[in-house]
């Protein structure tokens, strides 16, 4: 055997698992080509950055640092702010470590810091329900660092999904392993940076009607979310308005569909706002009638609960959600789209599935950075209805396994 070989078939163990040496080289390469991929892109400046983030770090940096904590956004010019205070806390932490820096390239490196622990984690769920694949699991964490979703969200936007979104996986792998209490603190601290955390709540209830979260740990979330406002009030904030914040958002928008493929997308947009108020309620029922049948028809059929299932289950639901609800940005489905990665490695035929989420992603995403040559968003709503139909199929499939052959 040559040297070269013997290198790189050796062994180490780190966290009791055991990788090759030719399992961390390509690890260590795809994390440093998918840093300076980022890092391409870090000139780039979205509108949302320009029109939010940049109006933010300038605020901070006119209030002098803490002090900016404590200002009512909306009563003056002095503060904008509009997110929950968690990453308000980030802003002011960067004014304070930045050094002249300049504040885009800061509030990128934030989130591109979390992508890694995104794609971690993703390594993570992959080892735990492929039992133990490390090949597999550091493939899934090569693709996290280049998957457009996971690049264009940070390197490009500036957005800040990856955040939130590294706090719900950690929450997703804990409830496949069995922890519900280090679920709900991970789901609790998702949560607190954005509510479409929520998103991951129709999973968690009907694994729990499948016995298979224990829904006592659920006080995690107010508790997490009533401490992290603490700061914020001593530096002079409002409770009861940080309580509301999400309340708030909510009534922000009323386009039906916010740039996301949903079934919106056929409705125009020419109608009254007071219409559009009256859809948007009705698809809020309807979306939760949906759910509700698809938990009465889990819970009533017996079958095994793998970790396969519930990587599939937590797809569906949060696309489901996306699809069915109103007022959904392209970036909603942000982590159904982490997941798919996992979902492919279990099984390469679903590769499918994973690719066309990613370019529905890359279309939506375009349009709103550089301007799409794509107008019209229904073709892509059917995609979606098609890619969705594809997962619902898998899932009923799965639930075919009889309960008794569980461990």
């Given at each position: 055997?040559?040297?070269?070989?013997?290198?790189?078939?050796?062994?180490?163990?780190?966290?009791?698992?055991?990788?090759?040496?030719?399992?961390?080289?390509?690890?260590?390469?795809?994390?440093?080509?998918?840093?300076?991929?980022?890092?391409?892109?870090?000139?780039?400046?979205?509108?949302?950055?320009?029109?939010?983030?940049?109006?933010?770090?300038?605020?901070?940096?006119?209030?002098?640092?803490?002090?900016?904590?404590?200002?009512?956004?909306?009563?003056?010019?002095?503060?904008?702010?509009?997110?929950?205070?968690?990453?308000?806390?980030?802003?002011?932490?960067?004014?304070?470590?930045?050094?002249?820096?300049?504040?885009?390239?800061?509030?990128?490196?934030?989130?591109?810091?979390?992508?890694?622990?995104?794609?971690?984690?993703?390594?993570?769920?992959?080892?735990?329900?492929?039992?133990?694949?490390?090949?597999?699991?550091?493939?899934?964490?090569?693709?996290?660092?280049?998957?457009?979703?996971?690049?264009?969200?940070?390197?490009?936007?500036?957005?800040?999904?990856?955040?939130?979104?590294?706090?719900?996986?950690?929450?997703?792998?804990?409830?496949?392993?069995?922890?519900?209490?280090?679920?709900?603190?991970?789901?609790?601290?998702?949560?607190?940076f954005k509510q479409q955390a929520v998103f991951l709540l129709p999973f968690i209830i009907i694994?729990?009607?499948?016995?298979?979260?224990?829904?006592?740990?659920?006080?995690?979330?107010?508790?997490?979310?009533?401490?992290?406002?603490?700061?914020?009030?001593?530096?002079?904030?409002?409770?009861?308005?940080?309580?509301?914040?999400?309340?708030?958002?909510?009534?922000?928008?009323?386009?039906?569909?916010?740039?996301?493929?949903?079934?919106?997308?056929?409705?125009?947009?020419?109608?009254?706002?007071?219409?559009?108020?009256?859809?948007?309620?009705?698809?809020?029922?309807?979306?939760?009638?949906?759910?509700?049948?698809?938990?009465?028809?889990?819970?009533?059929?017996?079958?095994?609960?793998?970790?396969?299932?519930?990587?599939?289950?937590?797809?569906?639901?949060?696309?489901?959600?996306?699809?069915?609800?109103?007022?959904?940005?392209?970036?909603?489905?942000?982590?159904?789209?982490?997941?798919?990665?996992?979902?492919?490695?279990?099984?390469?035929?679903?590769?499918?599935?994973?690719?066309?989420?990613?370019?529905?992603?890359?279309?939506?995403?375009?349009?709103?950075?550089?301007?799409?040559?794509?107008?019209?968003?229904?073709?892509?709503?059917?995609?979606?209805?098609?890619?969705?139909?594809?997962?619902?199929?898998?899932?009923?499939?799965?639930?075919?396994?009889?309960?008794?052959?569980?461990?």
């Amino acid at each position: 055997m040559r040297f070269i070989d013997k290198l790189l078939d050796a062994e180490a163990e780190y966290f009791k698992v055991r990788f090759r040496m030719v399992d961390l080289i390509f690890a260590a390469v795809m994390l440093a080509l998918g840093l300076i991929f980022r890092l391409s892109l870090y000139d780039i400046a979205s509108g949302d950055y320009t029109l939010s983030f940049a109006d933010w770090m300038r605020e901070c940096h006119e209030a002098g640092g803490f002090a900016y904590l404590g200002i009512q956004p909306g009563i003056s010019d002095a503060s904008t702010f509009d997110y929950n205070c968690m990453f308000q806390y980030i802003i002011v932490l960067l004014h304070y470590i930045g050094g002249g820096v300049n504040d885009m390239y800061l509030v990128k490196t934030v989130s591109v810091i979390f992508d890694v622990v995104c794609a971690i984690t993703i390594g993570r769920i992959t080892y735990e329900v492929t039992f133990g694949d490390v090949r597999k699991s550091i493939l899934a964490f090569g693709c996290i660092m280049f998957l457009p979703t996971s690049v264009l969200n940070s390197g490009a936007w500036a957005q800040n999904d990856a955040i939130f979104g590294a706090f719900l996986l950690l929450a997703f792998l804990h409830f496949v392993k069995g922890n519900s209490n280090r679920g709900f603190i991970y789901l609790a601290i998702s949560y607190s940076f954005k509510q479409q955390a929520v998103f991951l709540l129709p999973f968690i209830i009907i694994l729990w009607l499948k016995n298979k979260i224990r829904l006592r740990y659920v006080f995690w979330v107010p508790v997490i979310y009533v401490l992290s406002t603490i700061p914020a009030v001593i530096a002079g904030r409002n409770f009861g308005e940080l309580l509301g914040i999400y309340g708030n958002q909510a009534q922000m928008f009323s386009r039906l569909s916010m740039n996301y493929p949903s079934i919106y997308t056929i409705i125009t947009g020419k109608i009254d706002v007071d219409t559009r108020k009256m859809v948007i309620h009705a698809g809020v029922i309807c979306t939760v009638a949906i759910l509700g049948a698809l938990a009465y028809v889990i819970r009533n059929k017996k079958f095994k609960v793998t970790g396969d299932y519930m990587v599939t289950l937590a797809i569906f639901t949060i696309l489901l959600c996306c699809f069915c609800l109103p007022t959904m940005h392209e970036r909603y489905a942000y982590v159904a789209e982490l997941l798919a990665v996992v979902y492919a490695m279990l099984n390469y035929k679903r590769v499918a599935v994973c690719i066309f989420l990613q370019v529905i992603a890359m279309i939506t995403y375009t349009r709103f950075l550089f301007g799409s040559t794509v107008t019209i968003l229904w073709p892509l709503t059917v995609a979606m209805l098609v890619i969705m139909l594809a997962v619902g199929r898998d899932l009923y499939l799965q639930m075919k396994v009889p309960e008794e052959s569980n461990d």
